[in-house]
């Protein structure tokens, strides 16, 4: 099992650009949660996908959006990049089954996003 | 207010010292509450979940949760060098709700 993965590792981008990044769940989950963490912070909940859809939301503007897959991939994209957007994106994968599994989000590595 | 407090650190100590991490909130509403373990540039590792108030234990970790006084815990026995990390705790109202971390502890364990 190849737990959670996300790409790219790495991405620098320049203010104003657009940015799209992608995470596959661990095998059997089917809710895929995304946090933005800035340095010495811990994780901000950005948004949660379930069934193709988006479940719920954080406080985080319209240029934040997403996507997920029928295989349960998702895609986090933000639009119009500002210099405050540079942070580690975090995708984290449960299973939505019980309370239980659902606590137990487990996190990929991150995409670490520089914006100039 | 952050709804969930934690103390940055750093906390130093010695191989082998029981390590005490905690958290408090505000909310009364929290019910679902995790620790995780961050290694540096890395994504956080899940270590404890606890549902309500009680004590967990698992290997040389021990969660314990207070919901009357609003404060979480996390204990390490036996401190390795490996340990040496920064923790993250972090709670929900309820199910399947979105998770509130904290800014996380870190911890450093001498050999």
């Known amino acids: 099992d190849a737990g959670v993965t996300q790409s790219p590792t790495h991405l620098i981008k320049t203010r104003g650009q657009q940015v799209t990044l992608r995470c596959s769940p661990k095998s059997g989950h089917d809710t895929v949660s995304w946090y933005q963490q800035a340095l010495g912070q811990g994780p901000q909940f950005i948004f949660q996908?379930?069934?193709?859809?988006?479940?719920q939301r954080g406080n985080f503007p319209d240029r934040f959006s997403g996507h997920q897959f029928p295989n349960y991939s998702s895609e986090l994209n933000v639009n119009a990049l500002l210099l405050g957007d540079s942070a580690l994106y975090l995708c984290?994968?449960?299973?939505?089954?019980?309370?239980?599994?659902?606590?137990?989000?487990?996190f990929g590595p991150g995409t670490r996003l520089t914006v100039l | 207010q952050k709804e969930v407090e934690q103390d940055p650190g750093p906390l130093s100590v010695p191989e082998g010292a029981i390590v005490s991490l905690n958290c408090t909130y505000s909310n009364s509403a929290f019910q679902y509450f995790m620790w995780y373990r961050q290694y540096s540039r890395k994504g956080p590792e899940l270590l404890m979940y606890?549902?309500?108030?009680g004590n967990k234990e698992d290997g040389r970790f021990t969660a314990q949760v207070d919901k009357s006084s609003k404060y979480i815990s996390l204990f390490i026995r036996d401190s390795q060098p490996s340990d040496s990390a920064t923790y993250l705790c972090?709670?929900?109202?309820?199910?399947?709700?979105?998770?509130?971390f904290g800014s996380g502890t870190k911890l450093n364990v001498k050999p």
């Open positions: 984290a994968s449960s299973f939505s089954g019980t309370s239980d599994s659902y606590n137990e989000q487990f």
């Open positions: 606890t549902y309500s108030s």
């Open positions: 972090a709670m929900s109202k309820y199910n399947f709700n979105k998770f509130y």
């Open positions: 996908y379930y069934e193709e859809e988006e479940r």
